[in-house]
């Protein structure tokens, strides 16, 4: 079983930055693929970014390209989302997720832990 725990998220001006953390245990992160979602009140949980085990791939979503990085420090059993540039519609909560395949999903139902969720709300 693995138990994931996020957090760092809150209240943030457009234009800002926030680095949400995702602390895991019962289970090495170095043998998990991570990824991070989003679900934003009335809409589906969508897909932010995701990380191989090694950290030497990772996949993000088209909304986040070039404003988001996904990292993981496995020796520290955390993963990482340094969010720069947000925007009011980043404004979700944010959760983190471990999927115990190989390869780096995009669907929410490929990843088999999930965590609690963090609260990130972006103001204009």
């Known amino acids: 079983q693995v138990q994931l725990v996020e957090s760092g998220g809150g209240l943030v001006q457009a234009g800002g930055s926030l680095r949400l953390s995702c602390a895991a245990s019962?289970?090495?992160?170095?043998?998990?693929?991570m990824g991070w979602f989003r679900q934003a009140p009335g809409k589906e949980r969508e897909f932010v970014a995701g990380?191989?085990?090694?950290?030497?791939?990772?996949r993000y979503a088209d909304s986040a390209k070039g404003r988001f990085t996904i990292s993981r420090d496995n020796a520290k059993n955390t993963l990482y989302l340094q969010m720069n540039s947000l925007k009011p519609e980043d404004t979700a909560v944010y959760y983190c997720?471990?999927?115990?395949?190989?390869?780096?999903?995009?669907?929410?139902?490929?990843?088999?832990?999930w965590g609690q969720g963090t609260q990130v709300t972006v103001s204009s």
């Open positions: 997720a471990a999927d115990l395949r190989v390869l780096v999903g995009t669907s929410a139902n490929m990843y088999d832990y």
């Open positions: 019962g289970r090495t992160l170095s043998s998990l693929v």
């Open positions: 990380i191989s085990r090694s950290s030497g791939s990772t």
